[in-house]
């Protein structure tokens, strides 16, 4: 939450949801995936990395998940 331009309102365990939710169905249906990460408009820079974080945490779980 405390997204000025985007205007989503995730929260954190959303954020995780979104990045869960797509890499998973992805995966499923054989599609590669590559990501980027952007935004990041805030002065809060230790939310900032731990909001960056969650892709690269949700990416090594569906990697466990799919035994890659």
């Not at 054989?30 to 990395?49: F, K, R």
Request: proline share 1%; with cysteine; net charge positive.
């Amino acid at each position: 939450v405390g997204d000025r331009l985007g205007k989503l309102a995730l929260t954190d365990t959303g954020i995780y949801r979104r990045e869960m939710q797509v890499l998973s169905t992805c995966l499923a249906a054989g599609y590669p995936v590559a990501s980027v990460i952007g935004g990041g408009y805030t002065d809060d820079l230790e939310g900032l990395v731990y909001r960056h974080s969650l892709l690269h945490r949700a990416a090594s779980e569906v990697y466990r998940q799919y035994r890659l």
